[in-house]
C-alpha cells in the first residue's frame, strides 16, 4: 500500500466542516460480494449514471480536483452506504444536496457516508464527492511528456473517482474534464461541447450506454484527433498521443472489423467508436484494453488488436460478466475473433489455427491446468483464456456446428444487451440452442485442468486431426 494512500486516506480530522472518523473494522462492510475480490463493489443500491468533473493540470502532477455525482436507486434502506475510492482528500460529500452527517474511511478504498436523514428502499438519490490530491491507485498512469490516462483491468476507476466498483453494477456515464491549453482530454462515448476559459479548456462526453466501472477511461495528453463517422451516422474519434504511431490504413479498417463483427454476434451496441493511443508502458499499464466505445492502445494498432480490442464491445462490455470468474466470457470470443478475422480472409481454422495450437500445447504440460471458468483468484485473466479459451469455442462450434453456434453468440448479445451475464448462463444457453447435451464438453474444456478427452479435443470435422 503506498504511504501516500495511508496518509492522505486514513488521516483525517475535520476537513470543510465534515466529520471525518475512522470506523472500527466491524461497524460497516462495502463489498459486492465476489469471490475474487469481495471487497470490490458495494451493496444496497444500484448506480445509474456517473456524472464526474476533474480538473487537470500536466505540470502539477500531484494534484487532482475532482467533483463526482453518483446517482442511484436504494435496494434497501440505507442509514448510510459506502462508495470505492482510493486516497484523495475527500472536501465535502452531500446527499441530495445535504451535507452528509459524517463520511469516514474504512479499510484500503471504501468511503462511508452517513446521510442526515436513511435513504429508503426504492428512493432515487444523488451523491456529492467533492476531493482534490494525488491519484494514487493502480489505474492512473502518468504519460512521458506528462500526460495522464486512466485505465486497468481489474481496478482503475477508484484512482480518480468514487464508485461502486464492481461490474455487476453498470451506469451511464458522464465526463467534464478542465486541463490547460495545448492539452486534450479523450473519454468514453460521445463527444459534447468543448468551451475555453482562461488558459484552459473544458471537454466533455457522454457514454449513453450501460458501463462497468473498469471501463471507464480519461487520457489527457497533447493528441492529434481524428473524426469520421460509420456509414450510419455514428461518429468516429481517434486520439493519438505525441510519438505514437497514426496509420490511417489501419484505422480506416474500423467500420470493416465493426460490420464484420456485427455479421458474426449482431449490430454494433454502442452509439461511438474510435481508440485511444497513448505512449509510455512504463508503469504497468497494459498494453490494450477495451475502454467503452474508444479501445485504449499503447504506440499504435493494427488489424488483430483492432479486432480483437473491439470484439471486447460486444464481449465484456456491452454483455459484463457477473463477477470475476467469468474472464472467458471477455477474453475467450474477443480472442477467437481474431481467428474469425483470418478465417475471412482465407485461413482454414481446423488445419491452421487449431492444430497449430495442439502442436504448441504437446509442448507445455501447464497449457491446460487453468480452468476457463472460475481460474481462482489473481488469474481472472490467466493466459489460458486466450490460447486454451479460443481452441474451446472453435471445438464447441466444431461440435454444435456453425448454426446453431453463431445463433448462440446472437442470442447471448440480444438476450444480455447492456447487461450481466455469468458463464454457467453461457453453457446453458449453447446447450438449449444445439439441443446437444453439451455437459461433458464444457466440463472438460471449462471446467477441466487436463487435456480434454479425444471425444471433445477432436469433435466433428477435427477428427480429422486426430492422432491414429
Not at 31 to 60: F, I, K, Q, R, T
Not at 437 to 464: C, D, E, M, R, S
Amino acid at each position: 500500500m503506498p504511504v501516500s494512500r495511508s496518509t492522505a486516506a486514513l488521516a483525517f480530522a475535520v476537513v470543510a466542516g465534515i466529520v471525518l472518523t475512522a470506523l472500527p473494522a466491524s461497524a460497516a462492510s462495502g463489498g459486492a460480494g465476489d469471490p475474487y475480490y469481495p471487497e470490490d463493489g458495494n451493496s444496497g443500491y444500484d448506480v445509474s449514471e456517473y456524472d464526474v468533473h476533474v480538473n487537470y493540470d500536466p505540470a502539477h502532477p500531484r494534484q487532482l480536483q475532482g467533483d463526482t455525482t453518483v446517482r442511484a436507486v436504494a435496494t434497501e434502506d440505507l442509514d448510510r452506504l459506502h462508495l470505492d475510492l482510493e486516497g484523495f482528500s475527500v472536501t465535502s460529500v452531500t446527499v441530495d444536496g445535504t451535507p452528509a452527517r459524517s463520511v469516514s474511511r474504512e479499510g484500503a478504498h471504501e468511503l462511508v457516508v452517513t446521510p442526515a436523514k436513511p435513504v429508503a428502499k426504492n428512493t432515487r438519490f444523488a451523491v456529492r464527492v467533492r476531493y482534490s490530491g494525488e491519484p494514487v491507485g493502480q489505474g492512473w498512469h502518468t504519460l512521458p511528456d506528462g500526460g495522464a490516462s486512466a485505465l486497468g483491468e481489474p481496478h482503475s476507476a477508484t484512482a480518480w473517482y468514487p464508485a461502486n466498483d464492481h461490474p455487476s453494477d453498470k451506469a451511464t456515464f458522464r465526463l467534464t474534464a478542465t486541463v490547460p491549453d495545448g492539452w486534450t482530454a479523450i473519454g468514453n462515448g460521445r463527444p459534447g461541447t468543448t468551451t475555453t476559459g482562461p488558459g484552459s479548456t473544458t471537454f466533455r462526453w457522454y457514454e449513453d450506454r450501460p458501463m462497468a466501472t473498469y471501463l471507464s477511461t480519461i487520457a489527457i495528453d497533447k493528441f492529434t484527433v481524428r473524426t469520421s463517422q460509420l456509414s450510419n451516422g455514428t461518429p468516429v474519434v481517434h486520439a493519438y498521443g505525441p510519438g505514437t504511431t497514426v496509420d490511417p490504413q489501419t484505422e480506416a479498417l474500423l467500420p470493416e472489423v465493426l460490420d464484420f463483427l456485427a455479421s458474426k454476434f449482431g449490430p454494433y451496441p454502442f452509439s461511438s467508436a474510435g481508440g485511444i493511443v497513448i505512449a509510455g508502458d512504463s508503469d504497468g499499464a497494459p498494453q490494450a484494453l477495451e475502454t467503452q466505445s474508444r479501445p485504449t492502445y499503447h504506440w499504435g494498432f493494427f488489424d488483430v488488436s483492432l479486432v480483437h480490442e473491439n470484439a471486447h464491445q460486444w464481449f465484456g462490455d456491452s454483455v459484463s460478466f457477473s463477477d470475476w470468474r467469468d474472464g472467458c466470457l471477455a477474453e475467450c470470443f474477443a480472442q477467437y475473433a481474431v481467428q474469425l478475422w483470418y478465417e475471412k480472409y482465407g485461413d482454414d481454422l481446423d488445419t491452421g489455427f487449431y492444430r497449430s495450437m495442439l502442436e504448441e500445447a504437446a509442448q507445455d504440460p501447464e497449457f491446460w491446468t487453468t480452468r476457463l471458468y472460475d481460474p481462482g483468484a489473481g488469474n481472472e485473466l490467466a493466459s489460458a483464456l486466450y490460447g486454451k479459451g479460443s481452441m474451446m469455442l472453435h471445438a464447441l462450434r466444431r461440435t454444435v456446428g456453425d448454426t446453431a453456434f453463431f445463433g448462440t453468440l446472437k442470442r447471448w448479445q440480444r438476450e444480455h444487451r447492456y447487461g450481466n451475464a455469468s458463464w454457467p448462463q453461457f453453457e446453458a444457453l449453447a446447450q438449449q440452442v444445439s439441443g446437444k447435451n453439451l455437459t461433458g464438453f464444457f466440463g472438460a474444456w471449462a471446467h477441466g485442468t487436463t487435456v480434454p478427452a479425444k471425444q471433445y479435443l477432436y469433435p466433428g470435422p477435427l477428427g480429422a486431426l486426430a492422432p491414429r
